[in-house]
Nanobody, 116 residues
Framework: QVQLMESGGALVQAGGSLRLSCDVSGDIGSISAMGWYRQTPGDQREWVATITSGRTIDYADFVKGRFTVSSNNAKNTMYLQMSSLKPEDTAVYLC??????????WGQGTQVSVSS
């Protein structure tokens, strides 16, 4: 079992940047991939980016070229660097980990609001 804690959400103007962090603690040895998702009220959770234990990275088309996912294994932290933010990026951003077993654990999320 791992615990996930997101931070870094804020209110920014369109065109601005933010860096989100996801601190991971607990049994990290069985993690096969980590990712970022986002959710707006009334909408389904939407995948944003993934980084695997083998350092394979993938992004949703709507963030390619604007967002960068990375991890610092020494700090057990995953990051999401977001730039050229748009009002439609407004959402609660959640981090998630997938275990080798296939089970997924979620953080509580951090609010990102982008004003026009």
């Amino acid at each position: 079992q791992v615990q996930l804690m997101e931070s870094g959400g804020a209110l920014v103007q369109a065109g601005g940047s933010l860096r989100l962090s996801c601190d991971v603690s607990g049994d990290i040895g069985s993690i096969s991939a980590m990712g970022w998702y986002r959710q707006t009220p009334g909408d389904q959770r939407e995948w944003v980016a993934t980084i695997t234990s083998g350092r394979t990275i993938d992004y949703a088309d709507f963030v390619k070229g604007r967002f960068t996912v990375s991890s610092n294994n020494a700090k057990n932290t995953m990051y999401l660097q977001m730039s050229s933010l748009k009002p439609e990026d407004t959402a609660v951003y959640l981090c998630a980990v997938q275990y080798i077993s296939g089970k997924v654990s979620w953080g509580q999320g951090t609010q990102v609001s982008v004003s026009s």
